[in-house]
């Protein structure tokens, strides 16, 4: 996962957008992550399995639909 900094974050946003609909981003701010920016794919693909529409398998870690 790459981290931009806040300050990056906020004046090259679309390199951001960019970054984060290949992988997930963290933003730091003083030195420390604060947020994640994840495509809205990933996202939700993430809040199916969190409730249990999608079932992940666990022989190969992948999504079973």
Known sequence: MQTLGAKDAKYSFGRLIDLARAEPVAVAKHG?????VMAIEEYERLKGIELGHLDVDPSTGGIEE
Do not use: G, M, S
């Not at 420390?32 to 994640?36: A, E, L, T, W």
């Open 32 to 36: 420390r992550p604060v947020v994640v």
